[in-house]
């Protein structure tokens, strides 16, 4: 049986109130609301806690509606005494949701995982508010918001107003929410990546915050790097001066860069060529910071960490043995990482299938990234930075090769577990984030649609 049905609410987290020139008003980026001076005195009391906002006097109650419609407030609905779920805006809403309930149904868009403190909480990156459910006949009303069957343990009233909440909040719709090509070109995971990693809509990271907050200071041990498995290759360090005089003017480069697939298999690139081009990309120095040593690329990497790191699979290289090799940046040498040919052809078959390339690459150029290098210092951007860093080593790579003679071919996935078949890395704390193919361009090459 159904209990009084009422709401206590807060000021949503991140909003601050106080007075300027032009009055007294609420703040909460990207949001601002003008409030009367008379109101102060309610916004600080939602500020310091949670109220019954029954318990607010008569006429404060048009402002808390007020706010609450506007998404300025966090409101638990209880029936009873039993919380049934909570609305928890990140913005204001744009305008009024659908009006019917009773034709809804959760969009596409919305994810629904384990809340921190309890209950199931759904998100959407078309959504101003999350909602949390505390109950298992919330949890139906969630799950299927355009049912006429009574949840169980819910009041018809609560779970009209989680209804209502879900649609206006944009966590469920009505009628073809794909209709416009605009909508539709978005994946779930595309679109909640796209907004996390720019801030937008206060999405916040693990810890709650959001940038460089360098939140996990404490759990920090850089593991991955594992010992080689053999002799270590010594490579040669190419004739900088040599280099920088032969080499052609960046933007002759940047005109003749082309996406190369057809390795010369008559004439496999070098151990010196590969070296080379390894050393131009990727030797690492350390260099003093006001916050301490850090490495020195030629690319440049976000804070400074340079968690990438680049593994060879040899195929075709003459003066190196077939293998799988470790990149030391700092030592320039090739560090034997296990042999597993079954593995490495899986590698190199995906390369050439995923480029429809003729024959297997001479180099497969994998590239990792130590995820704790980067992800203890920022929350809500990592991976997104990590994948800006990769591109502009991609790029590094192709004007190397692009100088220097040889076919280079970024490709778009791989086979990632074949890599931690051979390696034995944990993928949550080091996997492969790109691919780049590597060898001696052959007499007849097709660039069509890689300019």
Known sequence: MSGTVYETLRLRAGVSAGRGRSGVHLVGYPDVRPIGGDDLAVVRALASGEHRADAFPPPARRLLSGLREDGWLVATVYDGDTPVYTLDPQVCPDGDGPADPAVGRLSRFTTIAAAPGGGLRATSPRAWASVTVHTPGALAVLADPGSRVPPPGVGARAAAMLRRDLLRAGLAVTGDEDAEF????????????????????????????????????????????????????????????????????????????????????????????????????????????????????????????????LYVVAHQVAG????????????????????????????????????????????????????????????????????????????????????????????GAGAPRAFQRITGADPLSEDVVGEFMLGTVAGEHDTEGNA
Not at 205 to 230: I, K, L, N, Q
Not at 244 to 272: F, W, Y
Not at 367 to 392: D, H, P
Request: charged fraction near 20%; glycine fraction near 12%; hydrophobic fraction near 40%.
């Open 320 to 411: 190196l043995e077939p293998g799988t090799y470790h990149y030391d940046g700092y030592g320039h040498r090739l560090e034997p990482v296990g042999r597993q040919a079954g593995a490495e052809r899986t590698l190199l078959e995906a390369a050439r299938s995923m480029s429809d390339a003729p024959v297997m690459p001479q180099v497969l150029v994998l590239v990792t990234a130590r995820f704790e290098r980067l992800m203890w210092v920022y929350e809500g951007l990592a991976y997104a930075l990590i994948l800006k860093n990769l591109g502009v080593l991609v790029q590094t790579m192709y004007l190397v090769a692009t100088a220097m003679g040889l076919g280079g071919c970024a490709l």
């Open 182 to 309: 605009r909508v539709r070109q978005w994946s779930a995971v595309d679109l909640a990546f796209h907004r996390s990693s720019r801030g937008i809509d206060g999405e916040v990271g693990v810890a709650g915050g959001f940038g460089a907050t360098y939140w996990g200071r404490e759990h920090v041990t850089d593991a991955g790097h594992r010992p080689p498995s053999g002799p270590v290759t010594e490579l040669p360090r190419p004739d900088l001066a040599r280099v920088v005089a032969a080499d052609p003017k960046l933007t002759e480069v940047l005109q003749a860069r082309r996406s190369l697939r057809d390795h010369d298999a008559a004439r496999p690139i070098t151990l010196g060529q590969l070296a080379e081009f390894l050393h131009r990309c990727a030797a690492t120095a350390d260099h003093p910071t006001p916050h301490g040593d850090r490495p020195r690329r030629a690319y440049p990497g976000g804070g400074g960490v340079h968690e990438l790191e």
